[in-house]
Every structure is written in structure tokens, then in C-alpha cells.
């Protein structure tokens, strides 16, 4: 026991020994069979040849999928950019609220996602549709608009589904970090004749930007991934990354090459997250 | 540093009115975001009742579908198991996320950076890459995907330990992250001064940093709860025959079989839920401070 | 304090939620998830063997065993949603005592990959003619017992001929039907009677920024290659380079890919045109009755689901599922199924039996000239990713 309690290295893996061992053998595992496969030749039909090739990683950087990879990429970033500003505040105002109504506040965030996803996306098509959505109908027949504003089918409508779906993923961390947020310290810093904009920005934003980092990144990567809701509620007219994957598996039937796809898009989000995190890290130890 | 440093009054009064309106707007704002989360809500709901086989051309008032709601014994079995995977996924998931977030995030040591990578994949990786790479994984080791069948206080039950362990591989990562959020947040002078009054790490642990780590686990568990509900793909591919989620009955029946039969569900689950929080607040009502534990004196 | 109460109570009525699920519906339908575990125990062991198991051998050394065999207690059919008649399966168990339940999947694509991965389970599958083709080759069927199917009597001869299935080996057509245009007859008179127009279209047609195409790369590139008039299954890529630009030109008129939704936007007037499968719009009708449907001039797409038998069944199951589906082959059962959803029988007895109205429907069972203007979608091997590359680089185009 002493010695558990002098050596933290035993300590760290006694921790994590069982997450460790969990991921190991049901996700680093299946992993390694995507990884081999991403060299393989395809079945005629689905499944592998074995027979090595570096074909598929060859065609993952094809001019056609890196600019499908930067669209996606465009949609994900303006998503969790207004997901960011419409979330944060809101957590703001879940974290400001009485602590008993807190738990009730974030009970009722996630509750419409208890709703299943398909009929969620379905009632934004019926609001958002162009000729008979009903947010059109009703504008038009209240003499608001002339002609029906384009809300559907379009990026738009793709953004504003991402946007929803992804809310609560960017308020909960946030809020997390939010809610142990010292209050003598804001105190303190009214105390010092900050104005209220000046204490935010100097001590709620930096002290928040752990959950903040967490939620865009939760957001982000997701979305980046998304392809159900861009088909829905973008009229299938929008090809994203992940649609490409899917397709490779489903309707391609080949599968080393959605398994290519699928690798070097981790391998580049891997990195991608690692440079964030060291970044934001950096940031918070200098605020 | 150009402030005036002596404050005067017509300054103070200022700061008062512009927190007064800064609060007004927060309240303000929080209702119109939730009013935004509801809106697609309160159609479905709407729509639960509609006279009409379809889900969008609303056709007059009928309570019919909820009778063909509880009659369905499909539906209500695929309610059960969503219910059922989610539950034990989430207990799982928060275990060993919250495992994951204090491991990483209060010590360091050799291979930390691969040990943290390797959490961050199942959160990067595309959805169907994940699920068929599961279906293959346990087909090949044999592991399988029927169900094992168990005896609980006389019931039988299927547990669906293939999609069991495909939901917790996701959801330990999106916990583990939302965890760590509050932990690099918190303080860590109270457990010190437990420290030095002679508590031993346990006792500390059990005090002082879970419950302040609550609301960060409890944010995170909501989360795995809420994506393990609503997740279908990963099922899909992971279910052995006949087990089904609601999700995966659902997306079945996209090609044309989607009825307001799946709004009264959706409305059922919502009114369960919304019933948890009502009663909450009214027994929260009743005794006497909250549960949070606060820092400031 | 507080905070126990509230976890206890969310327990509670969580567990009271599962107590009314369990409780709620008929509780035969429980029973599926907790018995089908008990024939598949054997299971495992077998499904890594099919990664390599192509040859079809493997099958034939079941069939002398099938005589002693007596059929499984119930069985689950692997199906598109809606497909069957609502009594049909109740029928079947007052009949022959076996239960029934139903999985749903809603493409062949989803199917296909989840057998290949190994999933087994499934007694009765019903793809789509190409599918079947794709898993005849892959192995992944096993071959009927035709003495236990007695009602193959009925299908109508052409069906035993199938160019995927010829002699009926591996699947019986289930039902047939066509993929046209469908739509909305009260905002327009007449519609596009070609996709020449349909593809050349400009702003100036009532249906510009009004249509949908189905998301699916081959029903939308045969449209495209039945409208150049090449053949459907080209694989010469510069044919099917002139298909891509037609439908990148016809992009900027198209309102959106879709296959769940396109008949309800119809008629619900939001969408004046949709590409489609008639029993759909013919089903959409009933609700809506403003909608109407035709095939093109210069031809459209015909198909064929079939059911079939999957590999990784115990023989009590494969019994149970060929009995299954010799009694959809029953002339009523037949007429059931098609009346219900509109789409052809491929049953000759039932034809005779059937309302006059439903044999007699030309957009159910379309007439000789518009035959012969209907292709078969069929499978491509590796070159399939050519088409779903085309097809990818008309989704991006702007």
C-alpha cells in the first residue's frame, strides 16, 4: 500500500489498467484489421484479396476526395464556430442559474435528443421545406415574403442540422468547466475595477477554455464525419467525406479503400487534435 | 492601464444597469435556446397525432397511433433494448472514462502521449469505419453476436454484449473528454489540505474529489446515455438477428414505413423524461440547499 | 440528501418505463431475442470459415440430413420495411405453428455488408436481383430444397428463368416492379414525358428546381444511359463519361437526390416530379390521390426481390424458412402481398385469382411495348467503383 502511495506511475496504471486493456482488445484490435486491410486488394464484391498493395493509399489523395475532405472540413468549422456561439452563452446561463435548477436545466438540454434522430431531422425538413415547409407557408401567407426563402436543400439547412444536433455536445463541457468557476474571483476582479466585458474576457473566458476546447473538438470532429443529416436535410446534393466512406463500403463494395480513406483521415485528425490540445494548453498557461 | 482608478458613483450605477441588462439578456437568451432545442420537438409531438399515415402533411387529430404504439410488440421490445444497451453502456462507459480523465490528466508518465492518442480515435473515427470494423472483428475471433441469454429475479434477457462493447468503446472516449474538462478546472488545494490532514488517498478520493468532479461525470454519463440512445449505425452492424434498438427499427423502416407511430414513441420517451424533471424540481423544492458542493465562502 | 432521492427516482421510473416496454405489446414478440440465441450457439465457430468459404459445395452436404429434420420453433426474416401483408406472418404461424419475426434492413448495400461481415441469423433475406447475383457468387446463399417448396408450381415460367438464378437454385422472386416517374397531378398537367426533357431542363419548365432523383448510382446512371441509349451496364467508361456530364448538367434542376421521402413530397406538393418505384407511388396514391406515374419514352429500370436462404442457419431453420417460403408461393398469400403494395406478383395462380383491377393495373403490370423498354440493373464486379466515382464526382459538382 505504501508503496502504491509513493510511486505515482503504479498508480497511473493501476487507473488505467482496465480502460487500457478494454480499448485494447475492442478497439485497437479491430483497428489493426482497417489498418491491414487499408493495404489489400478488394473482393469483387466486398471483403479482401490478400495480396498487398499501396493502390489505395495512392487514390485517397485523388483531387476529387481532398476536395470533398475541404468541404466537409468548411461545413464542420462554421458549425462548431456557431455551435460555439449560440452554446456558449447558454451554458453561461445554465451555470448562472440556482444550483438546484441546474440539474433540472441540463436534464432538459438533452431530452429532445431522447427523440429519435430520424424524426427530429425529418420535423426540420417539414419546417425548412421550400414550397411547403412551414416556415415558409406561414411567412408567406402572413404577406412576410414574396417568394420562398431558400432554407432547405443548401447548406443552410445542413448547417442549421449539425448546428442543432451538436448544441448540447458544445454546452455540457463548457458548462462543466463553467460551473467551478470561483466566484470571489470575479468578485475580485469587479474589486479592481474591471468592467464586466473586461472580467470575462481577463477570467471567465480563460478559466472556461479547458471546456471549450472539449466542446469544439466533440463538435468538430463529428461533424467533419457527418453525413445523415447533410443528406436529409441538404436534398442528397452535397457530397461529404463521410458519405464517400460509406459508399466505399456499401455501395463500392470496396472496402481496403474505405479502410484507406477511413485511416489517413484519423491519422490527419490525430494530429490535427494533438497540435490543438498542445495549443490551448499553451494558451491557458500564458492567460 | 488609462481606467480612472477611483470609482464615482454615476460609474457604479452604470455597471449596476449594465449587469441588470446583461442579466436580463442571459435569461432572455437561455430561453430562446431552449425554445430553439424544442421547436422540431413540439412538431413531432404535434404530429404524433396525426389523422394520416404520414409525417408531414397533417391530416386532423387521432389518438390511434399510440394504441398502435403499445400494441406493436416490436416497437416496445426495441424500446426495451435501446433502454436496456443504453443503461449499461453508459454505467461502463462512465466508469472507465472518468478512469481515463483522472489517469491522464493528474499524472504523467512514459507513453502518456500514445495512451491519450489512442483514446482520441474512438471519437475520430468515421462511424461506419468503426461499425464494420467490429462486425469483422468479432466475426473473426469468434467472440460473436447473439446475445447471451440470462435469468434476472425470473425474467429472461437478452444481453446484447456485441453492441454492449461496441457502445462503451465510444462513449468511455466522449466521458473520458468531458471529464477532463472539469478536472483541469478544479483545485486542487482542498484535496491538499485533506492531504495534510492525515485522509489517505481513498478517503480523499471518495470526499473531496468525486463529488466536486460530479457535475463533470454526471455531463459526461448524459452524454454517452443520450448518443447510445440515438446511435445507428454501430448497432446496426453489431446487432445479432432479431435484436433491435429503436434506432435501427426506425432506419428499417425509412424506405417507407415511417408513421406517427414513431412520433408517439419519441413522444412517449419525452414525456418520461420530462415527467423526471418536473418531479425533480419539486422535490428539490422541498428540502433544503442544493446538491453542488461550492467553493465560495 | 437530495441527490440520492433524485437518482432513485430516476430509476424507478426507468425501470417502471421497461416494466410498461416489456409488458406492452404482445408478449410472444419478446421471446424472438432470447430463443434465437439457442440455435445459434453453433454459430460462431462457422461464420470465420465463410471469409474463404466461396465454392458452393458446402451447402449440398446438408441435404441428406434435412429428412429427419424437423422445422425450427420460429425463424427471423430479414426484410425491406412494409413488404409484407400486416396478417401474413400470423398466417403463416396458425398454419405451421412456427413464429415469425422481422428484422428490417433499407438497402441492398446494408445487407450485403452485414453478411459479408459475417452476421448470420437470418432465415429468409429478401435482396434484389443483383444482390442476389453478388451473393450467389460470394457464397453467402445456401441452395433450396425444392421438395420442401411444392408451390414453385406457380410462378409463372418466366421466373424460373432468371439470368441471376436460372432453375430457381438459391431464390424465389418475391415480387417485381418497375423505376419510372411519378407525379403530382393536380400542379401539372403533363409531365415530362422523356428524360430527354427531364435531363435538358431550364428554367423556363414548371418542373425546374421541382424533381428529385433517387441517391442511388445505378438507377440514376441507368436513366442517364437509357436516355443516351446505351446499355445500363456499359463499362465503357467513355459512355459513361457522357452519362456523368448529363446528370452534372441536369444538376442545377435537380430539387435533391432521394429515396425514403420522394412519393410524400409529391404529393404533399412540395416536389412536382420523382424518380421512383411504382408500388410506392401507387401506395402514395391511396393517401394523396393526386399522384400518377409513368416510365419514360426512352425506357426505365425493371427489378426483381427475391427471397432466399443465407448460410449460417441451422437445418431447422432452413426447413422452417423453405416452408415460409413456399406458403408466400400459396395463390392467396400471393394476392395478399401484391394487392397490399402494389407491386407485381410474380405468381401465375395468384394472377388468376386476383382482383381484375390489380392484374389489369398497366402501371402494376405494364404492357408488352413499355416491357421491352425495361432494364435489369446488373452487377459489375470492380467496376462498380468506377460508376460510384462518377457517381461521387456528380454529388460535388456545384
Redesign the interface.
Known sequence: MERLRRNPQLQAWLILAIPVAFILIFFMAPLLIVFIYSFLERGKYGGVEWAFTLENIRRVFDPLYFKTFLRSAYIAIVTTLITLALGYPLAYFIAKSPPKRRGMLMFALMIPFWTNFLIRTYAWVMLLRTHTGLINVTLTNWGVIDKPLPLYGNDFAIILGLVYGWLPVMVLPIYAALERLDESLLEAARDLYASSSKAFWRVTWPLSLPGVAAGAMLVFIPSLGAFVTPAILGGGKSLMIGNIISNQFLGAHDWPFGSALSMVMMVAMLVATLFYFKWTKKTEATT | MSRKTTPTASSDTWERIKAQFGNWSLTTYGILGFAFLYVPIVILVIFSFNDARSISKWAGFTTEWYGKMFRDGQIMLSIWNSLFLAIVSTIIATILGTLVALGLERYNFKGKTAVDSMFYLPVIIPDIAMAIMLLLFFNMSGIGFTPWKVTFFGTKLAVPYSVIIGHVAFNTSFVAIVVRARLTQMDRTLEEAANDLYANAWQTFRRITLPMLMPGIIGGALLAFTLSLDDFVITFFTSGAGFNTLPVRVFGMIKKGVTPKINAVSTLMLAVSLTLVVISILLSKRSDDGGSVKMGF | ???K??FA??AI??IA??A???C???????????E???K??A???E??K??EAKPTEAPKKEEPKEAEVKPADEI?V?N???YVAPEMYELFTEKTGIKI???????N??L???L???????AVIVPSDYTVS?MI??GLLQELNHDNIPNLKNLDPEFTKLYYDPGNKYCVPYLWGTTGIGYNTEQMETPPASWKQIFNTTEEDAWFG?F?LL?D?REVFSAALIYLGYDNNTKDEAKLEEAKQVLIAA?KG????????YE??V????NLLAHGWNG?FL?AAD??ENIDYYIPEEGGTIWIDNMCIPQGITPEQKLAAEMYINFVLDPEIGDLLGEYNYYASPNAETLKIADPEYTSNPLVFPPDEIRAKLHFIK?L??F??V???M???V??AQ
Open positions: 440528501m437530495q441527490r432521492h433524485l427516482l430516476i421510473l426507468l418505463m421497461m410498461v416496454t416489456a406492452g405489446g404482445k408478449t410472444p414478440e419478446a421471446k424472438p431475442a432470447t434465437a440465441p439457442k445459434e450457439e454459430k460462431p465457430t461464420a470465420p465463410k471469409e427471423v430479414y425491406w420495411s412494409d419475426s422481422e428484422d428490417n434492413f433499407s438497402s448495400e446494408d450485403l455488408a452485414k459479408q461481415g459475417g452476421a448470420t441469423g437470418y453478388i457468387e460470394e421541382r428529385t441517391d448510382v444538376k435537380v430539387a435533391g437526390y432521394d429515396t425514403d421521402n410524400d413530397l404529393g404533399a406538393g412540395e410506392d401506395q393517401e394523396y452487377p464486379g470492380e462498380e467503383s460508376y460510384q466515382r457517381w461521387d464526382e454529388k460535388s
